[in-house]
């Protein structure tokens, strides 16, 4: 513990200013020290804590734990990807918090990538009624997005996210050091995610995208950092203006309306989310300049930041199966509505609540096809 203490270093706190329950976002390397104590801090003390993980995943969590002089903490594992976020993964994990005696205060710990965070976020806002939850992403796309805002979701074979809670943690604790054994295209998948708030809220992120690609791939520990805590920032800003998700928060879908229909499309697992992101932000830029919202400038920019990030930049899609999936989805409301991008003096800002026509969709689709 003292020698991964003198290595810690904490890069920022991002306040999530939520007027019942704000909470910070940690950002830094070697954070178990500072997870420690804030567990050991809670006004009501956390007898147990248990941690939600995958066996992948086990060792670092263990590690974690134990580097953070935490005492009485269970491990849970649910199943590695998406089918892991189950009805019956759920009620696993009830019957295992059921024999563990856990309580109200104690805490329920995801540790994990988005999957992670889904299913222990569920967990912990519905038993007991609401217990403790910590998030400890371990995947960019996590400590960058899934893991702040409260979103949590369970799948129905009938469609992702079908079920869920918005359930706030107390805190967020994004160690960068659990994104050095990360695979490369695992980085790449995260980097959608930045690209997006590059082009909704803060352009300066796509050029640290394009001109550090390889050291972020790379895993440059520092650089990954700092992109966290832009990223983290913007999204506590959103969170904190929109946590029900009824308004500015839409902004954060940018792209992901085409992206979980090609989900579903192409199933599950089989095409990683920021690859499926990265995808629906190129349709999106070509539905906007098909309703002549934004210039190919623009288009092309989406192309070069997203293919600099070693993601996806062109598919062959049926816009038939696309409109299915879209009648299965939670925001359908008599026809699918899109966030897009729309020129301004500035530059481009993101509109959500847009409708678009079949025939500018199906335009779209192909021009995604290269
Ligand atoms: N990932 C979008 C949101 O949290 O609202």
């Given amino acids: ?52 993980t995958q066996a992948s995943l086990q060792d670092r969590a263990a590690a974690f734990v134990s580097s953070s002089g935490i005492a009485n903490a269970h491990t849970l594992l649910i199943d590695e990807g998406e089918g892991a976020k189950s009805l019956a993964a759920v009620r696993r994990l ?38 403790v939850l910590v998030n400890v992403p371990s995947t960019l796309l996590g400590q960058v ?35 050095e054994t990360v695979p490369p295209e695992e980085i790449s998948s995260g980097l959608a995610e930045v690209v997006k708030y590059g082009f909704i809220a803060d352009p300066s992120l796509l050029d640290t995208v394009e001109s550090h690609a390889d050291a972020l791939i790379g895993r440059d520990l520092d650089l990954l950092a700092d992109v966290v805590v832009r990223c983290a920032t913007i999204k506590a800003r959103v969170v904190a203006e929109d946590e029900r998700d ?93 966030v897009l991008l729309e020129k301004t003096d500035a530059g481009v800002a993101p509109v959500a609540g847009i409708e678009a026509s079949r025939e500018k969709i199906k335009t779209a689709i192909e021009r995604l096809a290269g």
């Fill in 246 to 338: 009824s308004g500015i928060r839409a902004l954060l879908n940018y792209g992901h309306t085409f992206a979980h229909a090609i989900e579903r499309v192409q199933g599950y697992g089989d095409v990683r989310h920021g690859e499926a992101v990265s995808l629906g932000m190129m349709a999106a830029a070509f539905l906007a300049s098909e309703m002549g919202l934004i210039d190919t400038s623009v288009v092309q920019r989406h192309r070069s930041v997203l293919a600099t990030a070693g993601l996806p930049v062109a598919a062959p899609l049926d816009v038939d199966e696309l409109e299915v999936a879209w009648r299965h989805d939670k925001k359908y409301r008599g026809g699918v509505r899109f």
């Fill in 145 to 179: 997005d899934a893991a702040i805002g409260g979103k949590t979701g369970i799948n129905l074979e009938r469609g992702k996210n079908l079920v869920g809670t918005i359930y706030q943690p107390a805190a967020v604790f994004c160690d960068v050091a659990l994104l």
């Fill in 1 to 52: 513990m003292t020698s991964d203490r003198a290595n810690a270093y904490l890069h920022a706190r991002v306040r999530v200013e939520l007027p019942m329950a704000p909470y910070d976002v940690v950002v830094g390397r070697g954070l178990a020290g500072a997870f420690g104590d804030f567990l050991r801090s809670l006004e009501e003390r956390t007898e147990k804590v248990f941690i939600v």
């Fill in 94 to 131: 009830y019957d295992e918090l059921a024999d563990g005696e856990a309580h109200r205060h104690d805490a329920v710990v995801a540790f994990g990538g988005g999957v992670v965070t889904d299913v222990a976020g569920f967990v912990a806002s519905t038993f007991n009624r609401g217990m």
